[in-house]
């Protein structure tokens, strides 16, 4: 079992759309979880965090739920800027950030 | 305020030359990491430093060597570089370990090896 998965995608949207991202993650002594987006060809950048309690940051919303190792990051309204692919992140303490291989999202007027 | 740089962004080598990657950050960020994203495999770690002459191995370290004389520069260099080093090459740095999970990605370095 891979250590974080997530859909591939691509999920193509309309603008307005509501969209759900999905991830799993492997191991149980994970600490940290965040959700990172990157543009077609350039770097990744840290969109957010995740917390035990859920987070919601504008649009944006994480969920994370440590009994069944799932995370989803929840987009309200969609914009064409939105598209994009998503990495699903996961810090086991001590070692470096596990990336999933991430979720495409395309955004259509 | 420059941030995190790289260079160069573009390189195209053949089997067998010594490659060198730069990675130079602004900020005095302790912790500085090398990963290279290919299809199918997402961002996978080669070397991390905690700071200045600490460095350690990631996922994939075999055919890299890594440097950190200076706390704002991180050069990866590949020995003798082969087909399948072919790559995205991202650097990263965060700020400390009680930060180490926000990185800050350099624009990355696209190499193919001949």
């Known amino acids: 079992r891979k250590e974080v998965e997530q859909d591939p995608g691509p999920f193509n949207v309309p603008e307005g759309a509501t969209v759900a991202f999905n991830c799993t993650y492997s191991?149980?002594?994970?600490?940290?979880f965040f959700w990172y987006r990157q543009d077609c060809r350039k770097e990744p950048k840290l969109l957010m965090s995740?917390?035990?309690s859920g987070n919601e940051d504008g649009r944006f919303t994480a969920q994370l739920n440590r009994a069944s190792q799932y995370i989803s990051l929840l987009i309200r309204d969609s914009k064409l800027s939105d598209s994009a692919t998503y990495l699903c992140?996961?810090?086991?303490?001590?070692?470096?950030?596990?990336f999933g291989k991430g979720t495409t999202l395309s955004v259509s007027s | 305020d420059a941030g995190i740089t790289q260079s160069p962004r573009y390189k195209i080598t053949e089997t067998g030359r010594q490659v060198t990657l730069m990675c130079h950050q602004t900020?005095?960020?302790?912790?500085m990491f090398w990963y290279r994203q290919d299809l199918g495999h997402g961002l996978r770690l080669i070397y991390y430093?905690?700071?200045?002459?600490?460095?350690d191995k990631g996922e994939v370290p075999d055919g890299y060597v890594v440097s950190r004389s200076k706390t704002e520069n991180f050069p990866l260099t590949l020995e003798s570089a082969t087909r399948s080093q072919t790559s995205v090459y991202f650097c990263?740095?965060?700020?400390?370990?009680?930060?180490?999970?926000?990185?800050?990605f350099g624009p990355g370095t696209r190499l193919t090896v001949l």
């Open positions: 990263a740095s965060s700020l400390d370990r009680g930060q180490f999970n926000e990185q800050f």
């Open positions: 191991n149980s002594a994970s600490q940290s």
């Open positions: 995740v917390y035990s």
């Open positions: 992140v996961v810090n086991q303490a001590g070692t470096a950030l596990i």
């Open positions: 900020w005095s960020h302790s912790y």
């Open positions: 430093s905690a700071a200045a002459d600490i460095t």
